[in-house]
């Protein structure tokens, strides 16, 4: 065999070689966009004969990239290379229906997802878990959202969330007890949780929500604390009765704390110097009273307004105390 036969010989065995190995791509499962709307979304030619699965792997990350697509499914058998299109969908508008406790504004922006944009399930079903924990956040659990898609016109459809708000409990009477020192009303008015009033319409203040109350208890109690009431203990109960529902706060005020002694500290002689000047002063309206945080404050603000008058703003004066096991305090400045 000459040299030009051999040539030959290879050149027939790799054409026929490609042939046998060559195969079809196919694209499937589009239903809004056309063959030509697919190949625009990838730099290779989907028509051509010459595609490799490497290729391929280079297509499908471009058709995923894309807005318009929303996963793409490859498989092959002996002739063909096949695409599986799972188009995204592109939603006209969204409606938030069966909503009364939130407005549909309140709702909508806070979705991730806008009108006259391009959708797919999972951000669907993301936003809807998103309007569940907005009602969770007013107090009202248990909210359950579905949604449907309807179909706008051929290419576009309108996306519809159905709410079913769940009748919750609302609070129709708060008791207090074992306060002292402070008000039922003035603690009525401190805390989120409202009772419901009959001629006032629902509001999200009347819902019950455990974590609000928590956070009015730590409220209460930090108020106390404010007013040297160290082992104040606040705690609640609520009670349903006839389908009405109330909230019973109990408090242990205990002991309120004195001041033992005023302890004025610094390295720092023009503080040292400033607290001189004001002590005999500090320790006549402090030492022996109640501690009041409110006043230890304003003291603390005073020291300080008077070191930035001196030019001595770089300064700064803070308090701290200590309880004692009879009942009172050792304040520091």
Do not use: A, W
């Amino acid at each position: 065999m000459n040299f030009i036969k051999i040539v030959l010989y290879v050149f027939c065995l790799t054409f026929s070689y490609n042939s046998l190995h060559s195969k079809n791509l196919i694209i499937e499962n589009n239903n809004r966009l056309t063959f030509n709307d697919i190949n625009n979304l990838t730099p290779y030619d989907l028509t051509s004969p010459d595609i490799s699965e490497n290729d391929l792997n280079l297509i499908v990350k471009d058709l995923v990239s894309s807005d318009l697509i929303n996963n793409v499914k490859f498989s092959s058998n002996s002739n063909n290379y096949i695409l599986t299109i799972i188009e995204s969908l592109f939603i006209n508008e969204i409606y938030i229906n069966g909503n009364i406790k939130l407005k549909n504004l309140d709702i909508l922006q806070n979705l991730t997802i806008k009108n006259k944009s391009f959708l797919d399930d999972n951000k669907i079903i993301f936003n809807s878990n998103i309007i569940e924990n907005l009602y969770s956040s007013i107090g009202q659990q248990n909210v359950i959202v579905t949604f449907y898609l309807e179909e706008f016109n051929k290419n576009s459809f309108n996306l519809i969330y159905e709410v079913n708000e769940k009748s919750e409990k609302y609070v129709s009477k708060i008791n207090i007890d074992g306060n002292i020192f402070l008000s039922s009303r003035f603690i009525k008015s401190s805390i989120s949780t409202k009772e419901k009033k009959i001629f006032n319409p629902l509001s999200i203040s009347n819902f019950i929500n455990e974590n609000k109350i928590n956070n009015s208890l730590s409220k209460i109690q930090n108020i106390y604390i404010d007013h040297g009431f160290f082992d104040v203990s606040v705690n609640y109960e609520i009670k349903n009765f006839k389908k009405k529902f109330s909230l019973n706060l109990f408090i242990d005020e205990g002991s309120r704390y004195k001041i033992e002694s005023v302890n004025f500290l610094s390295d720092n002689e023009i503080v040292k110097s400033l607290f001189s000047k004001n002590n005999e002063i500090i320790n006549k309206s402090l030492n022996n009273k109640y501690y009041d945080n409110f006043i230890i404050d304003s003291t603390s603000k005073q020291f300080n307004k008077e070191l930035s008058l001196s030019n001595n703003s770089s300064l700064s004066i803070d308090h701290s105390y200590s309880l004692n096991d009879n009942d009172t305090v050792i304040l520091n400045f």
